[in-house]
């Protein structure tokens, strides 16, 4: 009896050694005698002591911060890039047996492919097709990762160092960019104006008595404005009319002063 109970203690021990116990967002491989017998978990598992032995993997969305990076354009331009990278094991058993360290192999992989798509565009692509770089960037990682068992999610590039001597030359640019649509707006409004201009002439041409409600719409505006200054506009018939009679009234009085020295001269005589 007493070796009985020697061996059902014994039995128990060994039977309470391969218990084990996988959280939901993990997933263990497990090896017996060097060959993998697959993936368990989550939950309660049992291992053979001696014989079996497992490596556990974290299911869960990872992030690299990929350091910053001197890359060359595709313009000849230097310029120092970083990203980020979202990736989780999609296969447990991959993740194990065809790398040796997927963090570190997913982390080279995006940095080479980094490098390499910047190299593949113009200074301007990279600032202003962001998005389409990552998108592109992704794919290149995530085919080159997926036989390890790897998905990346996401890459996102955080910033892009411009030497000063190009934000120099690009806010020049920018500003003569700038200046020339100024000075387009401002032309093609001149355009405009002058051609609405020409339209009210001839319409003000065909009928006179819009010339005079005109002139009263611009009186009861400036009174609306000004209103300790009173303003009086007068039609210019009747400015040339004014102009017309100072005329002849001058005119008049010279041959009126003519004809006395003419006459004078008679009498003298």
């Known amino acids: 009896m007493e070796v009985l109970g020697w061996v059902l203690a014994g039995l128990a021990a060994f039977v309470l050694a391969g218990i084990r116990v996988a959280q939901e967002y993990e997933r263990s491989v497990v090896f017996r005698l060097g060959r993998v017998k697959g993936a368990r978990g989550p939950g309660l598992y049992w291992l053979c002591p001696f014989f079996e032995w497992q490596r556990k993997l974290d299911l869960r969305t990872q992030t690299i911060d990929v350091e910053p990076q001197e890359s060359i354009t595709k313009d000849s331009v230097t310029i120092r890039v970083n990203a980020v990278l979202w990736y989780r094991v999609s296969d447990p058993e991959l993740a194990v047996t065809k790398v040796v360290d997927y963090r570190m192999a997913v982390y080279q992989v995006a940095l080479t492919s980094l490098r390499n798509i910047i190299g593949q565009h113009v200074l301007d692509e990279v600032l202003k097709e962001r998005d389409q770089i990552n998108d592109r960037l992704q794919e290149l990682v995530d085919v080159a990762t997926d036989p390890w068992g790897v998905q990346v999610q996401m890459v996102e590039m955080k910033d892009v160092e411009i030497p000063t001597a190009m934000q120099r030359a690009m806010a020049k640019e920018a500003e003569a960019m700038r200046e020339k649509r100024a000075r387009l ?85």
């Open 185 to 269: 707006i401002k032309a093609e409004a001149e355009q405009e104006a002058s051609e609405k201009l020409r339209q009210a002439s001839e319409e003000i041409s065909a009928s006179p008595a819009a010339l005079e409600l005109r002139r009263l719409q611009m009186i009861s505006e400036v009174g609306a404005e000004q209103n300790t200054t009173t303003i009086i506009m007068l039609p210019s018939d009747f400015v040339s009319l004014a102009r017309s009679a100072s005329e002849a009234l001058t005119e008049q009085v010279r041959m009126t002063a003519e004809e006395r020295e003419t006459a004078d001269e008679s009498v003298t005589t």
